[in-house]
């Protein structure tokens, strides 16, 4: 038989195949519903927001701090070089790079647990490695690091060390969020300029 | 006849990846659903319903108690089933929740365990799945930043 036929079953074949599959792999989860399922019942996936200061005050160049609120909400008020990924916008191919990466942490935040748990499980489900939600959100940041005060009498080094770590994290939050739009959009700017420098991208 | 059996090995190759694609589909451990779902159905908050929607429903409905306290006073214990989050899917829970007759309500006091069931039932096809915000809205900022207005940057930093 000529061989143009047998390849020209074969394709067709191979097309009826492909009809059946999913149109878009990419955009649906990756991850089995039960493997899902028990890395979402995980303390694990948890930063507590005095983790989170440390890697504010340490620089934590391992650590991707991700804000899903509006751009309005993060514009009002947002951590210390996190970065705006809108949970709206999630979908959007142009954040997997920064999302699906081996050695950097993505923490995920919004006002509460709703949104980042949302995000947390999508990023999660598509195959992405390394997320993690900052437990309380940004309501539980305000009440821990900006609001906390100490009233003992006496106070231990550990509870010095993380009452220091607060302080350096409440300072560097009202830093950057009293600086004026325009400025904070020079900082804004500045910055991801940096950042291309280090990736080696251009301006 | 002879033009099948010069045809076999094409054939054959099919029906093998045939088999491999409905092994494939056929677990249900997979998700099938674009993502593009779940993030469009939380817009508007569409997704999650107060108590007093929830006494509003007309339709038939069934709070599933995913979480670890007990149900809010004014839900009826009769429209109501626990499941803890860890076994939502075993197989028994599974077959419970695709009979639901109506709305699924899915139920805990801590809001991240619902907001993560309800994007793992979402995209597993349930369509009438809902969270309920027992406690007002969960995602509302209770703090007004107060900004430093003596706070300036260092010049290098900009």
Redesign the interface.
């Known amino acids: 038989m000529d061989a143009r036929i047998r390849y020209s079953v074969l394709l067709v074949g191979v097309g009826i195949i492909l009809a059946f599959l999913p149109f878009d792999a990419a955009q649906t989860f990756q991850l089995k519903s039960d493997e899902l399922l028990t890395r979402s019942a995980s303390e694990e996936m948890y930063f507590s927001v005095d983790q989170v200061a440390r890697a504010v005050n340490s620089e934590d160049s391992t650590v991707q701090i991700i804000d899903v609120r509006s751009v309005a909400q993060f514009r009002e008020c947002n951590i210390p070089s996190s970065i705006n990924i809108p949970f709206d916008d999630l979908q959007n191919p142009l954040w997997e790079a920064t999302l699906n990466q081996k050695k950097v942490k993505n923490i995920f935040y919004g006002n509460g647990d709703q949104t980042a748990s949302y995000a947390w499980t999508i990023v999660t489900g598509l195959g992405y490695p390394n997320n993690f939600v900052m437990k309380g959100g940004l309501n539980e940041w305000f009440s821990t690091v900006m609001l906390s005060q100490y009233s003992g009498e006496k106070i231990t080094p550990a509870e010095n060390a993380r009452f220091e770590n607060r302080l350096n994290a409440r300072k560097a939050f009202t830093e950057i969020n009293s600086l004026p739009d325009s400025l904070k959009t020079r900082f804004f700017n500045a910055k991801r300029l940096n950042q291309s420098k280090l990736d080696g991208g251009c301006n | 006849m002879q033009?099948f059996k010069?045809?076999k090995?094409?054939?054959l190759?099919?029906v093998v990846?045939?088999i491999l694609?409905i092994v494939r589909?056929s677990?249900?451990?997979?998700?099938?659903?674009?993502?593009?779902s779940?993030?469009e159905a939380?817009?508007n908050n569409s997704n999650t319903l107060s108590l007093n929607q929830l006494r509003q429903l007309k339709g038939p409905w069934m709070v599933v108690n995913i979480g670890n306290s007990d149900l809010p006073d004014s839900v009826q214990v009769e429209h109501s089933m626990k499941i803890p989050?860890?076994n939502?899917?075993d197989q028994t829970n599974r077959k419970i929740l695709e009979e639901v007759n109506g709305d699924l309500i899915l139920y805990s006091a801590?809001?991240?365990t619902a907001?993560?069931?309800?994007?793992?039932l979402n995209?597993?096809g349930f369509k009438n799945a809902f969270i309920l915000n027992a406690g007002g809205n969960?995602?509302?900022?209770?703090?007004k930043?107060q900004?430093?207005?003596t706070?300036?940057?260092e010049q290098d930093?900009?």
């Open positions: 033009q010069n045809l090995f094409v054939i190759i099919i990846l045939l694609v589909n677990d249900q451990n997979l998700f099938k659903k674009d993502i593009k779940a993030i939380t817009q989050f860890e939502l899917l801590d809001v991240a907001s993560k069931a309800w994007v793992i995209q597993m969960p995602e509302e900022l209770k703090y930043f900004p430093d207005t706070a300036r940057l930093s900009i």
